[in-house]
């Protein structure tokens, strides 16, 4: 890896990539186990583990299959709670030097997660983009003190849910959402949302991840040039957002991410975006890549 | 008129928004979907020509974004720019002199409050000739239905980003069909194929907004 302190969740064993969809529906697990060495060799620090809307005992089977290629830890990844509580309790921690899973998601909705602590302590991502309204209903955060808002009681909970809490024992996600598409400033709010969370005394310690893949989805894979457009601005965006805290995401190995300059085109891309709004952040864009 | 068509074509399809606009660079300083649209109805040209200059837009820029030839960012200024004419239609397709093709039903099923997909479907959809009810995300099926009900006619189209939402998508669909067995529905999302589609007992997949303005445009058709 080329951001040494970057710690990365490898993304590729999710029902929602297509071509490990394809492996699922062939019942291709060796494929699939191919993806966890291949993640572990190229320095994944943990890898996911989504199998979509499938049977709770396919994910036991699955966590014990991944755990005998690789020492590497998981990150049982759904929001389901039946499929988590499989995936848990076939995890095991001293296959993985001793170290905790992540349990990639808890949301103010899913709350009942955290019962699933006291059986296999884990390390939760906290969802902070969403909260729930007066009529219980899931509602998207729209700014980033909405956002923050949810962070702090996200942990609140958190704390009263898990024996030995610590700050750096949990994950707070931020929400990323694709640039390509972001007229309505999700990006700035983004930015902001990191910055008063890490500027928070109470939350020092905590770890900050994103999706990372998704920020750049919907773009083509190359500028008018012929250089990479992802790995460029997912770069840049590592770069602005890792002195906000951020320290995790959950990507691709295959990705060569670093720490660009400020004169890169994509670092000026994004730096102009902070000051843009509407179809201008779009029309930014559009020039980055043209 | 064909001039006046092809005009608003251009605007719609490369994204030229108004005159203001920088974005194509290759179109800086010249009139815009917005200029263009107010001086042909100042010149008398029929609304409907205005509509049809926006559906042939629109179908092209379509039919590149399914080709991979054009991505979101250019499907999205290209909507915009009809947006530009459709506010100038607004007075006509009130009154009735603009009549759309027909309506569509759009939201994303219960528990999914990803609307990037269903935004992108709308747009397309909307500048095919339909008229848009966006019922947002996180949409209950009985609120679908209610809807469905007040729109006789109308096509509905649910949208699923999560795999684990495709659950919800399943029983909105069979919701619909149980109340409203006459309803078109169409299905689409990040997780969803062919095979769901059939297994649910949709209507129409669609593997991208094209193809859904397609199958509507056909289906209001008769053909």
Redesign the interface.
Known sequence: MSIEVLTIIGESINDSVPSTHQLFEDSNIEGILELAKYQDEKGAKYIDVNIGLREPGFMADLVKKIQKVTSKPLSIDTPDIEIAAAGLEAYQPELANHQKPILNSISRLRLNMFDLYKNQPFIPILLTTEDVNENGESVMNHTAEATYNTAKKMMKIAEQSMDDFSNDQCILDPGIVPIGSDSEGYFKRLMESAARIHSDPDLAGVNMSVGLSNFTVMLPPKCADGSPVKSALESAFLTMAMPLGLNMVIGSVKRKYRILEESHPAMQCLSDILQLDGFDVIVRVMEFYS | MENIIEQIAACVEKGK?NKQ???P?DMKDQDGADEIAAAALKNNIPPDVLLDGCMLGMDRIGVKFSENKV????L??AA?AMNEVMKHLKPFLESGAVKHKGKFVIGTVS?D?HD?GK??VAMTIKGSGFEIIDLG??VPSEKFIKTIRENPGCFVGLSAL???T??NMEKSVQAIRDHCPETKILIGG??VNQNFCEKIGADFYSPDPQKAAEYMNRSSAGT
Do not use: Q, R, Y
């Open positions: 928004v606009s920088p974005f660079p991505f979101v960012p250019e999205l200024m915009k528990g409050l990037i935004n992108l995300v996180d999560l795999t684990t495709m659950a990040a997780p």
